[in-house]
């Protein structure tokens, strides 16, 4: 009768309910954080960069990447340089279009499909694009003649037109 059917329309409805709640069970939530870290040459630690230069995040995760943005930091100031969404996650830095003799902290941050984040380490570049690279010359000069120590001649030929005071020694 009425109450038979009463019954199996409520049972219907959790089955249903159910189906649609329980069905995450499955699929967990994802709380992982994907990993970051920053990758480029060597040389950009040890000397002052000019012209474009290559960063690249390397980016792990245990699902999908949704995108990697860039940032720099100068005078405690954070800017948002670039916004990438495919892999590889690469940065070109113009350095040109930032002031000449200047220290600048990049890091990345990546987040992936589940809103999960990770924030890569700073790194510090020293950005000078006030001289010709392709016109610097590089001076050695010896003592005298037998003496194999060599030494620099001027920090001019060297293309260094930054005074020392503005660049961070690490």
């Known amino acids: 009768g009425m109450i038979r059917r009463i019954l199996l329309l409520h049972l219907l409805s959790l089955l ?24 480029f040459d060597d040389n950009y630690i040890y000397q002052a960069v000019s012209g474009t230069i290559e960063i690249q995040a390397e980016v ?6 949704d995108r990697v943005e860039f940032y720099s930091i100068h005078n ?17 830095w113009n350095t040109e279009d930032y002031l000449d003799c200047t220290t600048y902290q990049i890091f990345a941050i990546v987040y992936d499909m589940s809103d999960n984040s990770s924030q890569s380490d700073q790194h510090i570049f020293n950005v000078d694009n006030s001289y010709d690279s392709d016109t610097a010359v590089q001076v050695w ?11 620099r001649k001027s920090d001019r030929y060297f293309g260094n037109n930054c005074t020392s005071e503005s660049i961070i020694q690490i």
């Open 76 to 92: 405690d100031e954070t800017q948002l340089m670039a916004v990438d969404e495919d892999a590889p996650y690469i940065l070109q």
């Open 141 to 151: 000069v010896t003592e005298g003649i037998g003496d194999d120590k060599m030494a």
């Open 60 to 65: 792990t995760d245990n699902g999908e990447i």
């Open 16 to 39: 249903i309910i159910c189906w649609y709640g329980c069905k995450d069970s499955t699929n967990p939530v994802d709380n992982t954080a994907p990993e970051i870290s920053l990758e």
